[in-house]
């Protein structure tokens, strides 16, 4: 049990289509992440939020957006759903430190159940 | 998508049979985790190493830092049928701009009672 939740759990749109995914953050946690995760693969970062804006972002398209909200919570949003953007999404929250000396446990990420999408 | 290499690709053991599966990368990294996940949920932490040559333990696994930090070993001693799972290694430069995560190709791991 990681104090991440996300939703929903499943869901089914077709192509062209747009999808919102929800994920609450750990408790005390300030950071989250998102990863696509294809079947039979690893999870592949799509981006991160810190203070309400994107801080990094891997190979993925502008359809692909996100927010996070004052409380850390976040949404993914992603637009035109093709085909193969059919995968679990995976919210990770983890903390990031201001203060100088960060300490080890900021490395840390800890992940959600995911929201499995399906895209026909 | 980059993602690190992971051998072997599947395990088929034996209950108390001992386990060893590694990750390697062509970039060094100064943090390695390696995760756990089961079907249909999302990835779980097991170990984080952050120091080259580091060894660390989790009961019954053990984990170490590659000296070359482009390398990570995970052993599972004892194994027991709820070990079953998919094991994911990941690589991180903790500090930088994000704490974003490598991922390995993934080790299946299926131990026969």
Redesign the interface.
């Known amino acids: 049990e990681?104090g991440?939740t996300?939703s929903p759990t499943h869901l089914i749109k077709t192509r062209g289509q747009q999808v919102t995914l929800r994920c609450s953050s750990q408790s005390g946690h300030n950071?989250v992440?998102w990863?696509q995760q294809a079947l039979g693969?690893?999870?592949?970062?799509i981006f991160?939020y810190y203070r309400e804006e994107e801080?990094?972002r891997?190979?993925f398209p502008p359809r692909f957006s996100g927010l996070q909200f004052p409380n850390y919570s976040s949404e993914l949003n992603v637009n035109a759903l093709e085909l193969d953007d059919s995968a679990l999404y995976?919210c990770?929250s983890?903390l990031?430190s201001t203060a100088r000396g960060?300490g080890?446990g900021?490395?840390?990420?800890?992940?959600?159940?995911?929201s499995?999408l399906t895209v026909l | 998508g980059q993602q690190l290499n992971q051998s072997p690709q599947s395990m088929f053991i034996q209950e108390g049979e001992d386990v060893s599966m590694n990750c390697t990368s062509s970039s060094i990294f100064n943090t390695w985790l390696w995760y756990k996940q089961d079907p249909g949920e999302g990835p779980v932490l097991l170990i984080a190493l952050y120091k080259a040559g580091e060894l660390t333990s989790n009961g019954r696994l053990t984990a170490q830092f590659g000296i070359t930090r482009k390398d990570s070993f995970l052993n599972i001693s004892a194994s027991i049928p709820s070990d079953v799972g998919i094991y994911f290694c990941a690589g991180q430069n903790y500090g930088g701009a994000t704490n974003k995560l490598i991922f390995g190709t993934g080790t299946l791991l299926a131990v026969q009672p």
């Open positions: 990681t991440v996300q950071t992440s990863y693969q690893g999870p592949q970062f991160q801080n990094g891997g190979n995976l990770a983890s990031k960060q080890r900021t490395g840390e990420l800890f992940f959600g159940e995911g499995r």
